[in-house]
């Protein structure tokens, strides 16, 4: 039994042995074998890979794919003309040679960020001091990006190189500050509201010339229509009177009793009316009396008033 646990124990040591002195790189990674603290070896190729046992080795790892650093910083900016603006932009960025990195940056990805991420903003500062609200969101914004990616490249290939590549440099956004923000969206709202007001005053104005116009059409309409009217009716009234005459000019007499009918008519066109003469004396009546002078015309019996 001895035996048997001294093979076991001896096993297990043999296989730790072996675990702490093989390492697997993968292919998005460099493995950076330290020996007491110093860079022994970069591996940039993947695969299974061999050290010594802690402490004499260890390895770590930095990531070798394309990283993105975004903006976080809402200070903001002044440019050419003074204004306050606020830009949002983003970085894609690697690290491209990990021993300068680790010298001069640090061990991991956060410490290049971070480093990075203040000369960006000093760079994007330093341009947008030569440029003016206008230029920014225009076509030259182009040109700034590009500017200060150059200034990075300068800044992390200098005397103590970074050991990164800086790919693409991007502004996303670019905004006045909340106050002038706020400033700017109460001048428009204020545009807006005169423009509106100055519509909706014309609108009226040109609606009441417009009813003004429809209604002196319809005047001139009415009295053109009344005129015409007046003139037909006088026309017609011109000719009855000329029928009337020459009708009642054939026999004088008739038409004396015709017009005498036409008193009675309305003079008595109704029940309730009240007339209090003499009908013996009374010129009025002087048809119903059978006669309508010296040489008139007797009167029909059934035009004779019952008693």
Do not use: C, H
């Not at 603290?37 to 802690?54: A, D, R, S």
């Not at 983003?90 to 680790?102: F, N």
């Not at 000329?242 to 029940?271: T, V």
């Not at 040489?295 to 019952?306: L, N």
């Amino acid at each position: 039994m001895n035996r048997l646990g001294f093979i076991f124990s001896s096993l297990l040591v043999l296989l730790g042995l072996a675990s702490s002195t093989l390492f697997v790189v993968d292919q998005r990674q460099f493995g950076v074998v330290y020996a007491l603290g110093q860079i022994k070896e970069v591996i940039t190729e993947p695969g299974l890979n061999f050290k010594l046992p802690p402490p004499f080795q260890n390895v770590s790892y930095i990531d070798k794919r394309l990283l993105t650093l975004d903006s976080t910083d809402t200070e903001p900016m002044l440019t050419a003309e003074k204004q306050r603006v606020v830009i949002d932009w983003y970085v894609r960025w690697r690290i491209s040679e990990p021993t300068e990195y680790i010298r001069n940056v640090g061990t991991n990805e956060a410490a290049g960020a971070s480093q990075l991420n203040r000369v960006v903003r000093n760079a994007f500062q330093e341009e947008i001091n030569k440029r003016t609200v206008k230029e920014l969101l225009s076509l030259k914004r182009e040109a700034l990006m590009t500017d200060v990616k150059r200034e990075v490249l300068e800044k992390v290939r200098g005397d103590k190189p970074w050991g990164v590549d800086v790919v693409d440099v991007r502004i996303t956004r670019v905004d006045y500050v909340e106050a002038i923000t706020e400033s700017v969206y109460r001048r428009m709202e204020a545009e807006r509201k005169r423009v509106a007001n100055e519509l909706r005053s014309t609108g009226g104005a040109e609606g009441e010339k417009i009813r003004a116009d429809a209604d002196r059409q319809r005047e001139v309409a009415v009295a053109n229509a009344y005129r015409d009217a007046q003139k037909i009716k006088g026309e017609g009234d011109a000719e009855a009177s000329r029928i009337y005459a020459d009708a009642f000019g054939r026999d004088p007499q008739f038409a004396q009793f015709y017009r005498s009918l036409d008193a009675y008519k309305a003079s008595l066109g109704k029940k309730s009316d009240v007339m209090v003469v003499d009908p013996s004396s009374s010129e009025f009546f002087k048809v119903f009396r059978g006669n309508v002078g010296s040489s008139g015309p007797a009167v029909p019996a059934a035009a004779t008033p019952k008693k």
